[in-house]
């Protein structure tokens, strides 16, 4: 049956969606090309390049640096003042973020902003609006698994970063296998190691299976964590043989002047800031850049008291009678090391790092007197003021990537040091 | 002429447009919908909520907190971990970020996302791709003002905030006069002042424009600054007649142990990484929970040194000679309400903030021993070490906001603080 009006209202129907759906990219925009070198070249479209003004350029003539005019870059002036000799190095890295939670999204979005090379991201979680009270997810990526949702962003931010992503639990046996195969072999170059590996997950388990992966694998890594609370995090830096590893001590955390476990207790709900979760990541890829990129001093550990804006750092040896296996032949072989570099080069490594200062090894970079280190309160007197047991460590003796729930131990503090002294 | 095709292919083109549309749809999602309280619900769309599992809720009822469970929140459970007393009252709250850049858009989404109850947002710049070397914007928004762009994304973060922005420099004359009467009259019920003011710009004019402001309103606010070489900030609460104002001395930066200014001279590249600012806007907005909803300690003065790891911390008391005739003013009305307070309650006062420490009222308020601030060295004795000064006092006795671009103090600093000293 023939309808006159039909064609009409099918052309308009047309042009209505031709406009919503040109309204609708255009709200969007269209993502900006992969850019394959660093460029010096001063144009719009070179997102490394310093947004310059006339009048600054003719300072810049006037002070003799025309040569330099081109290449000012906001994160290439690193360069220029003196901060970091090589910027451009940054694209060679490969890092993998284990969890992109409420820190370890912003330490990928930081990274991906920097220009890292290649990031690997681990995560088994969906992201969900109660997630909106921290930083990078929006509402309507809610459903989406969290490593796709944050893919999908940082790519448009900045194409010229490799992903590559796993949405599963590492954890478990057979996920762990490839956690470990992925960043034995995950770097830019396929077959190479990852130069460093962040733990950002949000409990135990997790962090177990991080450590014992890269004390099996002697890979360099970084944890971090924010308390149950949410007013106290820290970063720690951990090279296996050479720094204590996530089981050789109760792991620490700085206290807020009341009761918290950074341990999150499932179902327990735990508070979270962005402000908090934005200083720990900030702090924790500021910390990847200077060990990347090789400027200023690297904090082994760095924590943060919100309640009192309070910032203690230390480092810790590893316990030459800790529980994982790995980490113990990593100690030998980083002894046999030392013992073969000529002498000079080891005193300067050991004023740098390992100190003998007490029964755990924990040496006071900054900050904190000996005096108040003496002073200083509380359940585990060797630690610095404010620096409490985050944890206790689990009871059993080998690694715990055995497909079963780590149990937290019910010894106290105080029996589980008086047993490690005692070992 | 007939065209027998047409309909066909039309009706084809038509489920095309559709199916596109669709998919550019469902790839943006769809923003949430307002909520009018902070409802205690457990419902998948409250992004108050804690995202909460079964086994969690089970074990949260034998604790016998079975009626806490649909108020298990994350950003609620602050109060219930008894850090924040009445979290809801953000949402009673009205702040002013002037400057949405690198630290000032992470600002206003930390607040967005904490639920704040109205931002004020100024600048006047426009997204560049040269901006995505720092947090928060992202390459297709290049070209909008970046008031439009940070509000589009900020509305649909949290739509429960009310936003109210304006494109402009808030240093021409009548820009100024506007911007004066919306700090005074902008807050949620209309006719009141805003709560606090927070400068996160990137110049020393701008600076002196919300000083100047502020002092003639007598109105709290906070400033924060990252140094040129990226690598150094500052946040600063500065109460009018209370604590020193940024006309009353030469701001102060955490050195870095490498020549720094933290103001941006124009036209001369400056560094920057999105690590810096995200840690300050971290500590700022940090500083501001505190303030508005008085838990913790809030901080004077927070420095941070990306190189070292430092975080000094201080307080500064007004300059009696301070250029600013409104800064004198409000130490006047400052004294008298001082002196009209009960005894214990003054006392109390003075120890929290006003010491005589030094000639500058610099007072310690943690991590710097005595000792270390008498071996302090540098071109200004009386400052604790890793501080130094920014910028210098400009040489104009009266306020900044007369039209003309300021210009810069070409007396040596040694030469400012003698001739204060002798005022």
Redesign the interface.
């Known amino acids: 049956m023939a309808d006159p009006g039909?064609?009409e209202r099918?052309?308009r129907?047309?042009r209505e969606?031709?406009e919503?759906?040109a309204r609708?990219?255009r709200?969007?925009?269209?993502?900006?090309a992969r850019i394959d070198t660093m460029s010096p070249e001063v144009t719009?479209?070179?997102?490394?390049?310093?947004?310059?003004?006339?009048?600054?350029?003719?300072?810049?003539r006037r002070m003799g640096r025309r040569e330099s005019r081109g290449s000012?870059?906001?994160?290439m002036?690193?360069k220029?003042?003196?901060?970091v000799k090589d910027y451009e190095k940054i694209r060679t890295f490969t890092v993998a973020v284990v969890g992109v939670g409420g820190v370890g999204s912003?330490t990928a979005?930081?990274l991906t902003?920097?220009?890292i090379g290649k990031l690997l991201l681990f995560d088994y979680d969906k992201v969900?609006?109660?997630?909106?009270?921290?930083?990078f997810f929006?509402?309507?990526?809610?459903g989406l698994s969290k490593v796709q949702a944050a893919e999908h962003?940082l790519r448009?931010?900045?194409p010229d970063v490799q992903f590559e992503v796993h949405n599963y639990n590492i954890t478990t046996l057979d996920n762990f296998e490839h956690f470990m195969d992925r960043i034995s072999n995950g770097a830019l170059e396929e077959g190479k190691p990852v130069d460093l590996v962040l733990s950002c997950v949000d409990n135990f388990e997790a962090r177990m299976a991080i450590n014992t992966a890269c004390n099996e694998l002697g890979q360099i890594w970084m944890e971090s964590g924010v308390s149950?609370?949410?007013?106290s995090g820290h970063i720690q830096l951990i090279i296996p043989g050479e720094s204590a590893c996530f089981a050789c001590a109760p792991p620490l955390v700085v206290a807020a002047n009341?009761d918290e476990k950074t341990l999150k207790?499932?179902?327990?709900?735990?508070?979270?800031?962005?402000?908090?979760?934005?200083?720990v990541?900030?702090?924790l890829?500021?910390?990847v850049?200077?060990y990347l990129l090789n400027?200023?001093?690297v904090?082994y550990y760095?924590g943060y008291n919100?309640?009192?804006?309070?910032?203690p750092?230390m480092s810790m040896k590893p316990n030459p009678q800790c529980s994982d296996h790995n980490c113990r032949k990593q100690q030998e072989n980083y002894k046999k090391k030392e013992a073969a570099r000529p002498k000079e080069e080891v005193i300067e490594k050991e004023e740098e790092i390992v100190h003998e200062d007490n029964d755990w090894g924990i040496e006071l970079v900054?900050?904190i007197?000996e005096e108040e280190l003496k002073a200083a309160s509380g359940p585990v007197p060797e630690l610095p003021e404010g620096i409490s047991v985050a944890y206790t460590i689990p009871d059993k003796e080998e690694n715990l990537i055995t497909g079963e729930t780590v149990t937290e131990s019910e010894e106290s503090l105080e029996e589980l040091m008086a047993k490690m002294r005692n070992m």
């Open positions: 039909r064609l099918l052309e129907r047309v969606l031709e919503e759906l609708e990219k709200g969007r925009g269209a993502a900006r719009d479209s070179n997102p490394y390049r310093c947004a310059e003004r006339l009048r600054g350029s003719a300072r810049v000012e870059r906001r994160l002036a690193l220029r003042m003196g901060i912003v979005e930081m902003r920097c220009g969900e609006l109660a997630n909106m009270n921290r930083l929006q509402p309507h990526q809610a962003t448009d931010i900045n149950e609370n949410a007013v009341i207790r499932e179902g327990v709900c735990a508070a979270s800031l962005p402000t908090t979760m934005g200083v990541a900030g702090m890829v500021q910390n850049l200077k400027f200023g001093t904090s760095l919100a309640m009192q804006d309070f910032f750092t900054s900050e007197s």
